[in-house]
Structures are given as C-alpha cells and as structure tokens.
C-alpha cells in the first residue's frame, strides 16, 4: 500500500492519505525519534543484549518478502522484537534496558534490514514500520515498568510464562486493531471485516510468531544469548515453507487469470474485461464486508464468468451477455460452470458461475456480485461518454428481479470513490 493514495480495483485513485493514517505514521515517528535521540545522548545500557537483539531482527528484516498474502511478512523479525521488549533476564542476571532503548535498538535494526528492500522499491516500508514500532513499544511499555520497579519478583514458572504469552496476545490483538484502522482509514473499507480478517490471520503465522516470541525470551533468561539462533531455526524454516506456499497460490491465481484471458484471445469478449470486472467485484465484495475466502471465491468466479462463451458457435456481440434473454444467459452460464468444474478449480467457484444468471433472490451473494458488476461493465463501455452514470441508473431500474438493491449501492459508492471514470480497456 502506497503513502499517499489508494487506486480501488483500476477505476480510480481515493486521493491523498487520510488524517487517521497520517496521525497513526506521526505518532510512530516521535517515538522512534525521541528513542534514538535519548539513545545516542546517554548510549546503551546493555549493549550485549542490544546487538544480539539487533543482529537478529535485522536478519529477519532482509529475509521479509512481499507480495505475498499474508499479514506478518517478516515473522523472524517480530519474534526477535516481541522476544527484546518482553526480556528481563539475561542468563540468570538482571536486563536494564528500558522502553526507549528496546524501541531504538527496533528501530534501527529495522531500518538496517529495510534498506535492500526499499532499494529495490518492494514491500510497503512505511506502514511495516510503523506497526512494528507501535507494537513493539506497547508490548515494553506493558512488561519493562512492572519488571523494573519489582513487581514480578513472586512470579515464576508456568505463571510468568502465561503472563508473558498474555501480553503477546494482547500485543497480538493490537496489532490486528491498528492494522485494520490504517486499512479502513487508506480505503474506506467496512473496518469490521477488516478486523475480522485481521484476527484470522493472527492464527496463522502470527501464533507462530507470539510462541516463539515467548520461548526466547524465557530461554534467554535461562542460558543467555545462545538461544537466540536456536529458537531462531524453526521459525525461519516455518517461514521459507509459508513463502513456498503463498509462490503455489500465486502461481495459481495466474493459471486461472491465464485461462480466463482464453476468451479474450478468441475474440469473444473484449480485451481486460474479465480483469476488470474481477478487480471490481472484489472492491464490491469489500464494501459488502465478504471475508477473505469469499472474496477469493469472488474474484475467481469473476474471472471465469464468461468462459461459457467459448462454447458458442457465433459469438455474442461485444462479448455483452446481459443483453440476452434470460434464458441464453442462463444457459452461458451453466455452460460456463461445466467448464470450469473440468478445470479443477474449487467448486465454489464453478457454482457462482453457473447461477450467474438467476434471480438475484436465487443467487449466493458472490453470484450477485458478479452479475451487477459485469453488466455495470458491459453497459458503461457501450454507452460512451456519461456511460457509468447510465449503467448505473439501468441497473436500479432493474433491481426488482435481476440485481439485487445493497449490491448496486454498494457498487455505486465503489465507482463513487473512484470518481464515477469509464474503465479503461485493455
């Protein structure tokens, strides 16, 4: 995500950062500046510990990748982070470092890791910071001032263990709320699916991370620094196999893009119309609140909702099925959903292309989605200028059978936001 604007699904740009998400990078920024100016006027109180914790956070830093889906892209990094700011011993001796120190020696390793990435111009800088800053210094913020004044000494065992894993799930927590808000702020998406999507993505790799997190700091306090490269391993190893897996999923979405691009290619249906309509029907899929799977199913099915085309000795006009009589459509369709239940992809998607073109009292929402998008699509290109402004109106003249009304509005505020412009084709 960019610093100064979103673009909703290619039909234009939401404008300048939003107040909240300014206010969210400011607030960060004074904290890492504040932390580094007291640093440098009265140096490192641990400075061991300090270069351990930065060497390894660094090293997670420089092996984050980007692209892919999931949340936390640089798990070593927010362990070795989490594991500093939750740290109190060191071998059986006493850590004196404080908030301020944690959050420099955070940011400055961050930084150092960063540099190959923002030389390269990937991954979104910015807001990785910015999370990893404000988490970081809520987790020290929540352990240092009890730890220093003494107010855990009678806690030990399994007790401060389950209070350290406590605080990693409440930074956990966190985390998932200020990704959302800086979500909602650049988009404008509902932010309560946001959240949700956040906090189930927080069961995946983020468990991960909040366990490894607490292992090494109680370990470091048992034996010293020696545990960091070795309760380092198994999340790095874990991390290599999650970016294998998310390269799969991508290599698989471009294998559906590909095929749907096969009417494209016959002459069919227009060029970048399938993109266009799936890159839109999930920016309506947003607005509705679908969660991440559904929004998959959607964009999928979006893609593939015309490929029953193919099966047709003469061609459609234009490749505009929503001219036709509702039985030709209907029967595109299910030609459509046979095609791709060959193709092996999920059945979910197949059954949203096939029931594209029932009533939209009969359809899934995902169905719903794609109809009104598609037809938006078709009649605003054919109309020329004043187009989405007409195909829109079209569309709730017919919401009495064929579209359904909420998703009509919802594709209205959608194309609001990006200022109501014709798709561009190709």
């Not at 979104?124 to 929540?142: E, N, Q, S, W, Y």
């Not at 069919?268 to 607005?287: K, M, N």
């Not at 799977?293 to 193919?310: F, K, N, R, S, W």
């Amino acid at each position: 995500m960019s610093a100064v604007g979103v673009e909703i699904s290619g039909y234009g740009i939401v404008g300048r950062a939003p107040f909240t998400l300014t206010l969210v990078h400011a607030v960060a920024l004074l904290l890492a500046v504040v932390s580094l100016a007291v640093v440098f006027w009265h140096g490192l109180d641990e400075r061991g510990v300090a270069l351990a914790f930065g060497i390894l956070i660094a090293v997670g830093e420089l092996a984050r990748w980007s692209g892919a889906e999931e949340r936390e892209s640089a798990p070593l990094a927010a362990a070795g982070a989490l594991a500093y700011a939750l740290l109190g011993e060191n071998a059986g001796h006493r850590a004196d470092h404080g908030v301020l120190e944690i959050v420099a020696v955070v940011v400055a390793a961050a930084l150092i890791g960063c540099v190959p990435h923002v030389a390269r111009g990937r991954g979104p800088t910015a807001d990785h910071l910015t999370r990893r800053v404000l988490t970081v210094g809520f987790a020290a913020v929540c352990f240092q001032p009890l730890y220093n004044q003494g107010r855990l000494m009678g806690w030990g065992g399994p007790s401060y263990a389950l209070l350290l894993v406590s605080l990693l799930v409440l930074t956990a927590l966190c985390d998932a709320v200020l990704a959302a808000a800086m979500a909602h702020a650049r988009t404008r998406w509902p932010f309560g699916p946001l959240l949700r999507d956040e906090l189930r993505a927080t069961l995946g790799i983020g468990s991960a991370v909040c366990a490894t997190g607490a292992v090494m700091s109680l370990a470091v306090a048992v034996v010293g620094l020696w545990a960091l490269p070795v309760f380092s391993l198994p999340l790095l190893l874990t991390q290599l196999s999650v970016r294998r897996y998310a390269a799969v999923r991508v290599t698989y979405r471009q294998t559906i893009a590909s095929l749907a691009r096969a009417t494209e290619i016959a002459g069919y249906t227009p060029t970048g119309h399938a993109r266009r309509v799936a890159e839109l029907s999930r920016a309506v899929g947003r607005e509705l609140g679908l969660s991440e799977p559904d929004l998959t199913v959607l964009e999928y099915a979006a893609l593939m909702h015309d490929i029953g085309q193919l099966s047709l000795v003469d061609p459609v006009p234009a490749g505009a099925t929503s001219v036709l009589s509702a039985d030709e459509q209907r029967r595109i369709a299910l030609l459509g959903g046979a095609v791709v239940r060959q193709t092996g992809v999920d059945a979910e998607v197949a059954v949203v292309v096939e029931r594209q073109a029932d009533p939209y009292r009969e359809q899934p929402v995902t169905a719903r989605i794609v109809r009104a998008v598609n037809a938006y699509e078709e009649m605003a290109r054919e109309a020329g200028p004043g187009g989405p402004l007409t195909a829109l109106e079209k569309l709730r003249l017919a919401t009495a059978r064929d579209y359904q009304p909420e998703v009509v509005e919802s594709l209205a505020r959608v194309l609001l936001r990006g200022t109501l412009t014709l798709p561009q084709a190709g």
